[in-house]
């Protein structure tokens, strides 16, 4: 197994001062009119979920692809090709996201689930899984078509630990939707932790200023340290680096909470609550609504991780959890996403529509 270490080009690398580095424009917000649906019918937990999120979101049912897939870990490259292109040729032309009703498969190899039938199959990962891998064309995308432009589909899973907890999760991110668009009278707080894991820290160097978000209102940035937390409220964003988050995780959770931790497999999701390096479903049975981490020893690239700056900004502009956190990492090959994936604090009210 191997270690995840600092690599000699970032120890090298000088402190900066911590600064923003603003985003481009995004425009545009991928809705349940441009999402596709994937259920595994040969798993209990798939069909209920998938069925009530079909219900809740409005998912059309020419958008939704119902499959048979094993119930484990891992597909083999075989069941991988047969499930993408089932996806691709029963999708309609205008989805441009997926998600998948699951907890597993959540791999194919090294690689994650999500970013397989995303960006495609990338079969050298194991062979180096520290190496860099392929570039996301998504983070440089700042539109709402990627499928139609790029031919990709950013997907995530509806993963939680239990049927209950994926209907929670989905309701947080349903109740979400547009409650910071104009602000809030106590504002929303992205949590960014720095710790003594300097192996699992290396995101510190790219935590933006403490303060308010430029140009958004009712939403600020809290650098705290890991080992000395303050009381955490109206938590939208928390980013930490270690291989297990002391509990309690958070505080109080806004609905649309998006949270991760730097580890090596914090993306297993078959792995039981407190066993080895905690698993991102903790995230959700905290109360986040949204997570993020990789199946395969990935060492310490920041570039596999979300990236806080572009996470907070791409949120912040109204887009979708799924479209959030997909232009935040720009190596995505080994992370798969899990969350409910149209979850849209930021995203405006939709005008009234006029009647003749």
Known sequence: MLCLCVTAAQAAEPPTAARWSRIPKLYGRITANELGLVINTADPYSVTVGEHYARRRGIPEAQIVRVQLPHRASLTRAEFTALDQAIRSQMPENVNGLALAWVQP???????LTSALGMGLQPDVCAHSCAAT????????????????????????????SVPAALAMIERGIASDHTLAAGAPEPA???LAATPDSNRNVRERLFPPAGPVPGVA???VARVRSDALPAMRRTLIYETGLARVPTPLGGEWLPGALADHLTSYGGQLDKPAGEGQMNILDWIDAGATASYGTVSE??????????PQVLIQAYAQGLSALEAYWHSVGWPAQGVFVGEPLAAPFAPVPAPVATP
Do not use: T
């Open 298 to 307: 990935p060492c310490n690239h920041v570039q596999k991780f979300p990236h």
């Open 189 to 191: 707080v992205a949590y």
């Open 106 to 112: 959540y791999a194919v190899d090294c690689n994650s």
């Open 134 to 161: 392929r570039a996301s064309p998504y983070a440089n995308y700042f539109g709402a078509k990627p499928w139609i432009v790029l031919g990709l589909r950013p997907a995530m899973q509806l993963a939680a630990r």
């Open 218 to 220: 009712g939403f600020e």
